[in-house]
């Protein structure tokens, strides 16, 4: 058993040996890929987050936008915008009156 586990050995070096820069290439390229902090793994990862993350953002600019229009509505002072606004909410009834009272 420890024998046939030389002999492979024996044959590995024998291939490194016969193929110096192929063996270095192998090495080299499996350090980028697997073991290195800054490994294609991650990059691919984080390349993944970054786009979820850009994504998320866009939503949120176009949520953004909308309470922004909405708000320009609101401060605008146009009564009846508010008096919608607020009977959808149910704060006031059909008939009720708003008063607004500016300081």
Not at 4 to 17: F, H, K, P, Q, Y
Not at 26 to 36: C, K, N
Not at 62 to 80: N, P, V
Request: charged residues 30%; hydrophobic residues 45%.
């Amino acid at each position: 058993m420890g024998l046939r586990i030389l002999d492979r050995i024996g044959s590995v070096a024998g291939w490194v040996r016969d193929h110096k820069y192929l063996s270095v290439t192998i090495v080299f390229l499996t350090i980028i890929i697997v073991v290195d902090d800054n490994n294609m793994i991650s990059h691919i990862k984080n390349r993944a987050a970054i786009d979820e993350l850009n994504e998320e953002i866009s939503a949120m600019e176009a949520d953004s936008a909308e309470f922004q229009s909405k708000l320009k509505l609101y401060t605008d002072g146009d009564i009846s915008v508010i008096e919608d606004v607020a009977r959808e909410q149910g704060l006031i009834k059909k008939n009720e009156e708003i008063y607004i009272i500016k300081e």
